[in-house]
């Protein structure tokens, strides 16, 4: 998948952990969290299972690291799809477009944030994992908050009726991330179709009178 998704600033050239993390996302979407061994994680990378525990203590720590690494990219896909945009509906178009714009690989990633997402609920006796989910539920409410702002946006400029912007917010996450639950890169249903259509279905969600 694409390295930069899974780096950060702190990542140096010669760290194994952006290929870890590229693994375990292949390991989970193929045989989903469960089901994946630690070690056929570290089989993939190419390095020993004891490797591993220099960058993740547990196969949860790096799930939860995954699940946040999924949520700051796609709060930062939001912020570029509609810094610029001129009118909310036009932000709004241009954010589900920007929710769909992944590669196979960043699709399998959002699937296992979607799978795992309850895995947030529950307070981790690891300090590591803990900070992970921590930050994790920072940024859900992050990526919630972007759409209330836009919606408030178009509810304030006339565009939009003023309908409860956190309901709606929440209707569109739940609209856009649900199709993660059953849609294949290799299936019948082509990603940007799906994108097209979402857009058309999230303004009118949004535009008509009746929430």
Known sequence: MSIEALTEADD???SKRPAILAAAVECFGESGYEGTKWSAVADRVGIGQTALYHYFESKAHCLLTVMRLGLRNSDAAFQA???DAPTALAGL???VGAAYALSPQEVQQNRI???NIGLLATERASEREEKERLASRDLVARVERNWV???ERGIRAGEFPDHDPVI????????ITGVWRWY???GALDLD???HFMEGCAARMVAADEP
């Open 113 to 115: 944030l979607v799978a």
């Open 93 to 95: 178009r241009a954010a």
């Open 193 to 195: 179709a799906i994108a």
């Open 168 to 175: 709606m917010a929440r209707s569109l996450l739940g609209l």
């Open 149 to 151: 702002d836009l919606l």
């Open 184 to 186: 294949r890169p290799d």
């Open 81 to 83: 799809a509609t810094i």
């Open 12 to 14: 140096g050239p010669r």
